[in-house]
């Protein structure tokens, strides 16, 4: 099968497949729930602001922790102390929270460079066993580089395959 054909290369292949489904899953979830909250908080919050009630306004976005949320408070807790210093707690806590959202996805990045490399480690790894296979016959036969080039190809197409989906998700 393609599996037993990738040799031990498909042990690193599958965890780095693992570990970048995991944390897929985990951020699709976790920006999903933050979206709806912050929906809801921009919902109420825009409702109270529309009847001058801006000291429950406040309350609320403290209460929450969506990114919207904090993102308000920021900008309502300075609201006497003129536009340009809502502005300026409105872009520093913007940050914040960006920084916040893209927790986990180093991680993707770095599966994104590291699994095309063990792929192409894979390919070494593959081509040395074909060229061992030469040299202990002492001439070259279809039949004796098949096997590492089987190796060196599967590992590619592994590697490739992880990195692919994992740089679209990132």
């Known amino acids: 099968t393609n599996w037993d054909g990738m040799g031990f290369m498909r042990w690193p292949l599958a965890l780095c497949l693992i570990i970048g489904i995991i944390v897929i899953i985990w951020k699709f979830f976790s920006l999903m729930a933050k979206a709806a909250s912050t929906r809801k908080v921009l919902r109420d919050v825009d409702e109270l602001l529309a009847n001058q009630r801006i000291d429950e306004a406040l309350e609320l976005t403290r209460e929450s922790t969506s990114p919207g949320a904090n993102i308000l408070y920021a900008g309502l807790e300075r609201h006497e102390e003129g536009t340009e ?9 913007g940050l914040i929270e960006l920084s916040k959202l893209e927790k986990g996805l180093v991680v993707l990045a770095t599966l994104t460079n590291v699994g095309p490399l063990l792929g192409f480690l894979g390919t070494v790894i593959g081509m040395i066993i074909a060229f061992q296979s030469i ?4 001439e070259v036969e279809a039949t004796l580089v098949a096997g590492g080039i089987k190796v060196a190809l599967f590992t590619t197409a592994a590697g490739l395959t992880i990195a692919i989906p994992m740089s679209i998700f990132h």
């Open 85 to 93: 210093r809502v502005m300026k707690a409105i872009e520093n806590q």
């Open 135 to 138: 040299e202990a016959a002492g």
